[in-house]
């Protein structure tokens, strides 16, 4: 199934480094300079959602259920494949800007197939991310050290990915991915609000 993410708020989609005398959480991004969002990020707050929604619906033996949906926690053996082995169990693409929009960049950039220069990198992430600065606040001042300098991917973007199950989860998958309503760092501080809709 297709599902496209609205971000309705900047939004951290770390890559888990920091650029010295920069950024101390850097966006996730492709070799061009284009903003992602991972599957499994994804496909982690999805399994959250359908736990929450087994424990609101009362029904017994969810965790078997959600096992047979998403395999065990820390199985890494289904690589994001869908084949028998796995027995069907539910995949998650990483999520892209729309090919139409990267196209657009890339023509306006001048940035040719292979090429992915520093410069377009950057004027790439100009575009679409921006720079947060945070501290800490402790007795109404603000804690020396704490200084952090955050990139943010602009709110209004939507992402497209795509979704693989069995055929009898799709509308469990789909009713579950309507709950998820914020992905990325610092989602309880007002960042990362979405909108996740499967087509």
């Known amino acids: 199934?297709?599902?496209?993410?609205?971000?309705?708020?900047d939004a951290i989609f770390g890559s888990g480094q920091s650029i010295p005398g920069g950024e101390d959480i850097a966006v996730l991004h492709d070799s061009y300079g284009f903003p992602y969002i991972s599957g499994s990020s994804v496909k982690g707050v999805l399994r959250e959602?359908?736990?929450?929604?087994?424990?609101?619906t009362q029904e017994t033996g969810p965790s078997q259920r959600i096992q047979e949906i998403f395999g065990y926690a820390g199985d890494k053996s289904d690589l994001n494949k869908m084949d028998e082995e796995q027995g069907g169990r539910l995949t998650v693409?990483?999520?892209?800007?729309?090919?139409?929009?990267?196209r657009a960049v890339a023509e306006e950039l001048g940035i040719?197939?292979?090429?992915?220069?520093?410069?377009?990198?950057?004027?790439?992430?100009?575009?679409f991310t921006n720079i947060r600065t945070f501290t800490r606040i402790e007795d109404g001042r603000s804690r020396d050290g704490s200084l952090r300098n955050a990139r943010c991917v602009k709110k209004g973007w939507i992402f497209e990915g795509e979704i693989l199950c069995r055929e009898e989860d799709e509308e469990l998958v789909k009713e579950c991915l309507s709950y998820v309503k914020g992905l990325g760092t610092m989602r309880t501080r007002g960042f990362g609000n979405v909108i996740v809709k499967g087509v």
């Open 1 to 9: 199934m297709k599902v496209k993410i609205e971000l309705l708020s």
């Open 49 to 56: 959602e359908m736990e929450n929604y087994f424990l609101w």
């Open 93 to 102: 693409s990483d999520f892209m800007l729309p090919l139409k929009v990267r």
């Open 112 to 127: 040719q197939d292979g090429e992915a220069k520093q410069q377009n990198v950057d004027g790439v992430l100009e575009l």
